[in-house]
């Protein structure tokens, strides 16, 4: 893909009933860039988000507590509902599809996050949960991130994000296709082509920093660095750049990634532990 894939197509396309959650909170400058986008393409917008910061929860589901959800319409401009809700990214999706919402969106965004979500990181990821919730329900779903903690220009990334998902839903989005989007931390001007990339496998080297409370407790904080490692899973085709270096080429990647998780590899390679 190139530059063309990102022209705006809003003009030409029925609104659309949109449902946005992320896993920053309610309260997060990121999705509300997201949420104004979309409304301002004439799109009907809700967000469900969780009520406080609930980053690397991955698709945990909160059954041990009652889940509430307050109305936050205050936080966005005219026309978008909003509710902020006590559950992680995953509840929020779950909710607003059998509760909150009175009908089924037609499609789902999860972001901006504030901070990449790539290789093998989507597992832990609430931003990518909220989406692959949507994605199990048979509803065409899109995760975008802004790869840098720091970076606070959300604009270009929203557009992004729109010309994608409204482009793909044109285009006949496949079932159980879930699309993860990372955008790179600069100008529209210093940003390189869009493309089709692969997972990385991201691994870290677990460092927890050991500490006292007040009270003398014994506490830990992980602090976990990732190893530099471009290689990517074994699946999509070769010429596919993986996901972290196609950021580190300042330019955005888009993976497109399914909940089946069944191993694809050679039969002959499973442990031998079945008897025939």
């Not at 991130?145 to 606070?152: D, E, K, L, M, T």
């Not at 100008?187 to 692969?198: A, Q």
Request: glycine share 8%; net charge negative; proline share 6%.
């Amino acid at each position: 893909m190139g530059t063309n894939f990102q022209k705006d197509h809003s003009a030409s396309m029925k609104p659309l009933r949109i449902l946005i959650s992320n896993d920053d909170g309610v309260f997060a400058e990121g999705m509300r860039s997201l949420a104004i986008i979309a409304a301002s393409r004439g799109h009907n917008v809700t967000v469900v988000c969780p009520d406080q910061e609930r980053s690397a929860t991955g698709h945990g589901l909160t059954l041990q507590a009652p889940i509430r959800a307050e109305r936050a319409d205050e936080l966005f401009i005219k026309g978008i509902k909003a509710w902020g809700c006590s559950g992680t990214p995953a509840d929020c999706v779950k909710l607003a599809l059998n509760e909150l919402l009175e009908e089924k969106p037609d499609l789902i965004l999860s972001g901006i996050n504030h901070g990449p979500n790539l290789g093998t990181d989507i597992f832990c990821s609430g931003t990518v949960a909220a989406a692959l919730e949507g994605t199990l329900e048979g509803i065409p779903s899109l995760a975008v991130s802004i790869a840098s903690f720091q970076w606070r220009e959300f604009d270009i990334a929203g557009d992004i994000a729109l010309n994608v998902a409204e482009n793909a839903l044109q285009k006949n989005w496949p079932k159980n296709l879930l699309l993860n989007l990372n955008i790179p931390p600069c100008k529209s001007n210093e940003m390189g082509h869009i493309r089709w990339t692969r997972l990385s496998i991201r691994q870290y080297q677990e460092q927890f920093s050991k500490r006292r409370d007040p009270r003398g407790n014994i506490y830990y904080w992980m602090a976990g660095e990732a190893v530099k490692d471009l290689k990517t899973a074994g699946d999509g085709p070769l010429e596919w750049p993986s996901d972290v270096s196609q950021i580190a080429s300042n330019s955005p990647s888009i993976t497109p990634i399914q909940p089946d998780l069944f191993w694809r590899g050679a039969i002959d390679k499973l442990p031998n532990i079945i008897n025939s």
